[in-house]
Structure formats: structure tokens, C-alpha cells
């Protein structure tokens, strides 16, 4: 008994106390990426470079608040008449997640076993980011979403770094934060947190070995 003691004891001695989490990637597959657009693109008969462009231009001002997604809608594809409906387009959007059940299942089991605080901070736009969290149940073992919809600013900007760390109420040397993109781990690093650059499942688990939580 006092060897397994022993052994509980050191098996949770790690110094980070938080984990910040991108949902695209990381937990869910990517909704509304370059790929997703251009199976839209072929599934309605859309003209991709005019939908890339229109999309480029707007959804950084989706994606931190400042439009709902049917304005978002109207400027990339309904700003003309369509031969199909403004809903049969959304469910497609919508359709297009997919979760990583390996990850899901490694950062709650992760947050059970060490007492970690998890918090999510991803740039995605109100109606989007809603429907992953509710669909793939994230708000089960996510205790705050500091999104990108939601404080009005989106990675890179360093902001959403600091606001998230205001919000959990922890140092910047306590959290571990996993990412697919380097650039924002860049961005999160020049803040005093430590990036995981998030490739795949099993790399991860080892990086999060190597810092002291064994899963």
C-alpha cells in the first residue's frame, strides 16, 4: 500500500495545473477550413476562388464577433439568388465536424487524474464555436471557453493569451498549452506558456509525458 502511495504521489507531481486547448485540430477536426470550402464549393455548385476571396476578406470580422453567421452567409454566397436555401447551406457547415475521440478521452481523463483546470482558446466564429462545444459535448469537461466570438480578439494577437490567464487565475508557467498551428504556440510561448504542438495523438501523449502528465 505505501508503494502505491509512493508511487500516486510522484505520478502527479508536475508543476503545470492548466491545460489551454484549440478545438480545431486538436479535439475536433477543423469546421470551416480550406477543404471544408471547397467540397461546399462542389456540393453547390459554387465558384471557389470567388468564395475564397469573399471569405478571406470577412471572416476574421466572423470570427471575433462582429457578424452572425447568416451576415457572414450573405456576403460570401448570398449576395445573389441561389438554387438552394440559405438553411440546406448551414447544415452542410455544420456537417462538416468531426471529433477526435483519442484526444477527447486522454484530456478528461488527464483533468480527473491530475486536478487540472482545462480551458479552450480558439478563434472561431458565435454560431459555430456554440454548435461544436453543445454537439461534442466540450462544455462536459472544459471549464472556459475564452473564444475568439467571445472576447472580441483572435490568435495571434496575445491578448486572448492574457485574458485567458486572467480568467483561470493562473501563472503563465503553470499552464501547458496544446496547438496545432506554431505560430500562436509562438505567440503563447512569448507569454510564459509552454506549447505542445499538436501533430497526432501519440506525440502528444509523450509530450505530455515528458512534462509530468502520464496518461
Not at 3 to 14: A, E, G, I, W
Not at 148 to 168: G, Q, T
Not at 185 to 197: K, N
Request: proline share 3%; charged share 25%.
Amino acid at each position: 500500500m505505501a508503494h502505491l502511495l509512493y508511487f500516486h504521489s510522484m505520478q502527479n507531481k508536475t508543476p503545470f495545473t492548466t491545460l489551454f486547448l484549440d478545438i480545431g485540430g486538436v479535439l475536433l477536426t477543423n469546421g470551416w477550413d480550406r477543404s471544408a470550402r471547397k467540397r461546399a464549393a462542389t456540393a453547390f455548385s459554387l465558384d471557389l476562388p470567388e468564395l475564397e476571396e469573399r471569405h478571406h476578406l470577412t471572416f476574421d470580422t466572423y470570427e471575433v464577433g462582429k457578424l452572425t453567421l447568416d451576415q457572414y452567409l450573405n456576403r460570401i454566397v448570398f449576395y445573389e439568388d441561389r438554387h438552394f436555401t440559405k438553411d440546406d447551406f448551414m447544415e452542410f457547415v455544420y456537417s462538416q465536424t468531426e471529433a477526435f475521440p483519442e484526444m477527447i478521452e486522454m484530456i478528461k481523463t488527464l483533468k480527473k487524474t491530475y486536478q487540472l483546470k482545462v480551458a479552450v482558446v480558439n478563434n472561431e466564429g458565435r454560431e459555430l464555436n456554440e454548435y461544436r462545444i453543445k454537439k461534442f459535448g466540450l462544455n462536459s469537461f472544459v471549464d472556459f471557453f475564452i473564444s475568439s466570438c467571445f472576447v472580441h480578439f483572435r490568435k495571434p494577437d496575445a491578448d486572448i493569451f492574457r485574458v485567458a490567464l486572467d480568467i483561470a487565475l493562473v501563472q503563465p508557467g503553470e499552464v501547458l498549452y496544446i496547438e496545432d498551428r506554431p505560430m500562436f504556440i509562438t505567440t503563447a510561448e512569448e507569454q510564459g506558456i509552454t506549447g505542445i504542438c499538436h501533430k497526432d495523438f501519440e506525440s502528444t501523449r509523450e509530450k505530455l509525458k515528458s512534462f509530468g502528465l502520464v496518461y
